[in-house]
């Protein structure tokens, strides 16, 4: 593994002519599930990501098919939130959405026909637990509490919630999202990033955009800056010997923790959700090298593999 300094204060388009923020596309499921199906090919996880792309591909039904309607927030709350720059769809003040646990029902018996016997067995809580327990998951994994989760039942939970967020997300206009207070969590939902991608082509080319875990908003964060504590010394970037630079690992030496960033330049298809599980090398390198990992990935909760 070698380090590369960057120079603090790349020049970045100035404020005001770039797009702040990217809402979900139509195809946001679709994009990643051809991601993985393709980079799961010879891979080590190939098993695993495998099964992420038949969820994905899941997820893309629901999302295009599926009555995953949620009602949106009133449009006075919606001016509020952007007066106070609170994110419009977090989670605290929506609850969960109505419809969630059949969404959740519908991706587990869609995904569980491509899974061994030992993986299926792991889905059925999904299936047969009561409702309360699907709740008690739902908020479990909104909140970050990782110890009171079921990780094997948890992408599908997760997954399920991705939907209708996704869902949500889409029908809003980024003007009425204010810029996030604090850069590490995302002004449409308040969640964390999965990763974060350097995006080519359109206004939005030569820029770092952060990747939000629960509703595939992406938002702006300048490069040579820790997402985590807004420190621009120091910062690093990890990769992999002998790897082609498409992903890194931006490192703080300030706050000890580390995001993903993806050069979309060296891989048109690359996915910030789908290349980050591909490279779960770069996280134990990270890992052994004192970083505390700042993305999260609800496709693979810690301790899960
Ligand atoms: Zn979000
Ligand atoms: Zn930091």
């Known amino acids: ?11 970045e388009a100035a404020a005001g002519n770039i797009p702040e923020l990217l809402l979900p596309p139509a195809d946001a499921f679709l994009a990643r599930a051809l991601r993985l199906a393709r980079l799961a090919e010879g891979h080590t996880l190939g098993d695993y990501l495998r099964f992420v792309a038949h969820l994905a591909r899941a997820q893309q039904d629901r ?14 709350r919606l001016a509020q939130c952007r007066e106070y720059r609170m ?3 977090a989670p605290a003040g929506l609850g969960l959405p109505e419809g969630w646990r059949d969404t959740a029902r519908h991706l587990a018996r869609a995904v569980r026909p491509a899974l061994p016997t030992a993986g299926q067995a792991a889905l059925e809580p999904v299936l ?25 039942a948890a992408p599908v939970i997760g997954a399920a919630l991705q939907v209708h967020w996704v869902r949500l997300a889409r029908q809003l206009d980024p003007r009425q999202v204010a810029r996030p207070e604090h850069p590490n969590l995302c002004p449409v939902c308040g969640a964390h990033p999965v990763s974060s991608m350097v995006r080519v082509g359109g206004a939005e080319s030569g820029l770092r955009y952060l990747h939000c875990a629960l ?20 910062i690093a970037h990890y990769h992999l010997e002998g ?27 690359a996915d910030p959700v789908a290349d980050d599980l591909a490279t ?4 134990l390198l990270m890992d052994e090298a004192g970083f505390v990992r700042s993305g999260i990935n609800w496709y693979l909760v810690q301790g899960q593999l």
Do not use: F
């Open 1 to 11: 593994m070698t380090t590369t300094l960057l120079q603090p204060g790349e020049i």
């Open 63 to 76: 999302l295009t098919t599926g009555d995953t309607a949620m009602a949106m927030p009133t449009a006075e």
């Open 87 to 89: 994110p419009p769809l």
């Open 128 to 152: 047969e637990k009561q409702d309360a327990w699907l709740d008690a998951q739902a908020a479990s994994l909104l909140d970050g509490k990782i110890q009171d989760l079921d990780v094997a």
């Open 215 to 234: 509703c595939s908003s992406e938002w702006h964060v300048v490069r040579a800056k820790c997402s985590n504590c807004d420190n621009t010394r120091g």
């Open 243 to 269: 790897s082609n630079r498409l992903v890194q690992a931006e490192a703080c030496p300030e706050c000890r923790t580390y995001l993903k960033i993806i050069q979309q330049e060296k891989d048109l298809l």
């Open 280 to 283: 779960l090398t770069l996280d």
